[in-house]
């Protein structure tokens, strides 16, 4: 498994980030997490409001912090 968080790097993109790895940990599976900054990038998954969280090259969540509750 796979899961990206896509933004430039502000606050908002930085929290999804750490929400991600702390889903992460609470789930006790291997995932790769990855910081996607690269504006060709992101915008490859169609993404027009970030922050934005891709799990397997799906987007799940766009526009705001989704918790790893």
Known sequence: MKIEVLGPGCQKCNQQLEEANKAVVQSGLTVEVAKVDKID?????????????????????????ANAA
């Open 41 to 65: 990038r992101i915008m490859s998954y169609g993404v027009m409001v970030m922050p934005a969280l891709v799990v397997d090259g799906q987007v799940k969540c766009s526009g705001r912090v």
